[in-house]
């Protein structure tokens, strides 16, 4: 399974890229606004020059010929940009007009397996599983992830669509998504921080050190 980054923070971005493991980014709307940047090209075109690898950008549009103009322009920032589109029927005609256009997508806010499906056959390149805003309502957002992952691995020769694992919010989440066999889980900088810790691994690094300490001193 491959790790996103699930932010627009810049300083998360350069801090969790040298670590060696992030190899995409994703952003959306409200991430781009909670940094109150207003440009959003300048903003993924900065991300794009410190992580390389795919780095999503939404659309805003919600009419279909809208979406295409906006998708085109957006996928011109940068070579390693993935236009996200919003799952709606006009989204489903966006990507499938642009993936014969060889322009890459991640179709958002998937919520259910046919919407997955869907996604699929239109051509996009990745869909974004909702994982907590399900688990928000009360539903087993993993489980949709799962359900995903196994249809497509029945359709692997002919769907290249790849599984992300959304709307991360703990640890939990993560080793659950690698289970269920996400191609991708992205997940915001603190989970990411969280994965690296452990009080055992703390006191083992602070007892090695006590330990040289005082036969350095013998
Ligand atoms: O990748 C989608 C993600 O940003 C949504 O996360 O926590 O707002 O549900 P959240």
Redesign the pocket.
């Known amino acids: 399974m491959r790790i996103f980054l699930?932010t627009a923070n810049i300083d998360e971005i350069r801090q969790a890229a040298r670590l060696g493991v992030v190899s995409g980014v994703?952003t959306?709307p409200?991430?781009v606004a909670k940094e109150k940047k207003a440009d959003m090209k300048a903003v993924i075109q900065e991300i794009s020059s410190i992580v390389d690898g795919p780095i999503s950008a939404e659309v805003l549009s919600l009419e279909p010929e809208a979406m295409i103009r906006e998708a085109r322009n957006v996928s011109s920032w940068s070579p390693n940009v993935v236009v996200k589109i919003p799952m709606s029927a006009a989204g489903l005609e966006a990507i499938s007009v642009l993936s014969r256009e060889g322009i890459r997508t991640n179709l958002?806010l998937c919520f259910s397996v046919n919407q997955a499906i869907l996604g699929a056959v239109a051509g996009a390149t990745y869909v974004?599983s909702?994982v907590?805003?399900l688990d928000?309502i009360g539903h087993d957002g993993m489980q949709l992830v799962a359900e995903i992952v196994e249809i497509f691995d029945k359709y692997k020769d002919r769907l290249k669509t790849q599984v992300?694992a959304?709307?991360?919010?703990h640890p939990l989440h993560v080793t659950a998504a690698a289970k269920a066999g996400a191609h991708i889980a992205?997940i915001?900088y603190s989970v990411l921080m969280q994965m690296v810790k452990h009080p055992l691994t703390d006191i083992g690094i602070s007892r090695f050190a006590d330990d040289w300490r005082r036969i350095s001193k013998a």
């Open positions: 699930d994703t959306n409200s991430l958002t974004s909702f907590g805003r928000d992300i959304a709307s991360i919010r992205t915001p």
